[in-house]
């Protein structure tokens, strides 16, 4: 276990030895460390070494900062400056629910930019702003098309955060692959297998071994309904936002230039349509439907988005948060290499 503030001090210390300024390290270590609270260390830490060799190879700008550069009253561009995506992505949330709150409805795109992980954080965020959130990202290609086999989408996820009664938002964030890419990296350190129908070898042939699939392709989620889905995504990153996208983005995967990566944001504001406090109780009170309805067999409880994140956030905030020891040891590796003194564990 590590402590939650040794764990935020470990990862903005690695950041600020690659030459980001400390208030950019702070916004990137913000949305890994609430990551790993969640219990999503798929995109927490396990992420840092990659970030960290695209900062020390010069394929992310480390004091690259974001700005608004195209701006009406329900949208704007955010230039991501080529720099760490975190810090593009906490502004554009903040921009699109005040945005939202003035005009209804509003929209955000973010060209030039980096990865900004866990996009349902972005989604809390905007949920907790007051709004409806929604938020899509694209990347590098490692998904093939369905009938396919050449990688030509990422997993182009998509969140949705839903404000409440309760305490904490509604918040689904999802891939449109049928595992994330980080899924399947953590499966191949350890040689595991993964579900069927999760991707295909270099040749095409369905594979469960999450090696395998590093070297083939990853599936799109639930046959041509997750790929036409993935499409729309990556629709709504790359060319609406005016970034790149498909095989200009490879780059990003073999740890070279990745080009302009976009990613998307609306926000609604409830008061658009009604009452603001009569909708959060409308959600409230369909959330009470659900999960107090019948149960299947051997189930425990019905579940909804995010309840689970927001239980082991509230557990790990105390008790520390786990880490793989695979993780552990790269890391330990890099913070020697760059002079930075690991906490212990």
């Not at 396919?148 to 990422?154: A, D, E, T």
């Not at 019905?302 to 695979?326: H, K, N, T």
Request: charged share 20%; proline share 6%; hydrophobic share 45%.
């Amino acid at each position: 276990m590590v402590g939650t503030a040794a764990l935020r001090a470990l990862i903005e210390d690695l950041l600020v030895a690659c030459a980001c300024p400390r208030d950019l390290a702070e916004a990137a270590a913000e949305v890994f460390l609430e990551a790993e609270l969640r219990g999503i260390g798929v995109q927490g830490i396990d992420y840092l070494p990659y970030l960290i060799a695209n900062l020390r190879a010069g394929n992310i700008d480390p004091a690259g900062r974001p700005r608004i550069v195209k701006e009406s009253v329900a949208s704007a561009l955010v230039d991501g400056g080529n720099g760490l995506g975190q810090p593009a992505a906490l502004l554009a949330s903040e921009l699109v629910a005040r945005k939202a709150h003035a005009a209804g409805a509003a929209t955000v795109g973010i060209t030039r930019s980096q990865d900004i992980f866990m996009i349902g954080y972005y989604a809390d965020r905007i949920a907790r702003a007051g709004c409806v959130g929604i938020v899509c990202t694209s990347g590098g290609p490692l998904v093939h098309a369905h009938g396919g086999i050449k990688r030509v989408l990422s997993t182009n996820p998509i969140a949705f955060g839903v404000p409440s009664d309760t305490r904490d938002p509604i918040v689904f964030d999802m891939a449109t692959s049928a595992l994330s890419n980080a899924r399947i990296r953590q499966a191949a350190y350890h040689g595991e297998q993964v579900p069927p129908g999760s991707g295909v070898d270099a040749d095409g042939r369905p594979s469960t071994d999450a090696a395998t699939i590093r070297k083939g392709a990853i599936s799109p989620l639930a046959g041509y309904k997750g790929f036409g889905l993935s499409l729309c995504v990556a629709m709504l990153s790359g060319p609406l936002t005016g970034s790149e996208f498909g095989s200009a983005l490879a780059g990003a995967i073999v740890g070279e230039r990745a080009g302009s990566q976009g990613h998307f944001m609306i926000a609604i504001s409830p008061a658009s349509f009604g009452d603001e406090a009569a909708f959060r109780a409308a959600v409230s009170a369909y959330v009470d439907e659900v999960k107090s309805s019948r149960t299947a067999p051997g189930a425990g409880e019905i579940r909804v988005p995010g309840q689970r994140a927001f239980a082991e956030r509230a557990r790990r905030s105390s008790g520390g948060i786990p880490v793989l020891d695979a993780t552990w040891a790269i890391i330990t590796d890099l913070a020697a290499e760059l002079a930075v003194t690991m906490p212990a564990r």
